[in-house]
């Protein structure tokens, strides 16, 4: 079992960054890709980034590339979400989520094997 907490979410302006962090806790001496998607209100689920678990390989959603940077800290077990040029439609639910395959980018959340609860970025105008 992998447990996963997300935390850094909040109100900004329009413009403004974040970084949005997500500990990982539990069986972390197996190696996992991890992702990060959104949902917000009335949406359905949508991938943002992922990261292998060298860190060597990134993928980004198309709405989000060249605002967005994640990363990974392999010895705090950490992975982060820069958030930078934040925009309203970027308000969502952010969730970090584990992926068993450790050499994947994967988009499609059903892949994901472990889910943080999530953290709240509201992005006013």
Not at 46 to 75: C, L, M, N, P, Q
Request: proline content about 2%; aromatic content about 12%; overall charge positive.
């Amino acid at each position: 079992q992998v447990q996963l907490t997300e935390s850094g979410g909040g109100l900004v302006q329009a413009g403004g960054s974040l970084r949005l962090s997500c500990a990982a806790s539990g069986r972390t001496f197996t190696s996992y890709a991890m992702g990060w998607f959104r949902q917000a209100p009335g949406k359905e689920r949508e991938f943002v980034a992922a990261i292998t678990w060298s860190g060597f390989t990134t993928r980004y959603a198309d709405s989000v590339k060249g605002r967005f940077t994640i990363s990974r800290d392999k010895a705090k077990n950490t992975v982060y979400l820069q958030v930078n040029s934040l925009k309203p439609e970027d308000t969502a639910v952010y969730y970090c989520a584990a992926n068993r395959d450790a050499h994947t980018t994967s988009a499609n959340s059903g892949t994901y094997d472990y889910w943080g609860q999530g953290t709240q970025v509201t992005v006013a105008s």
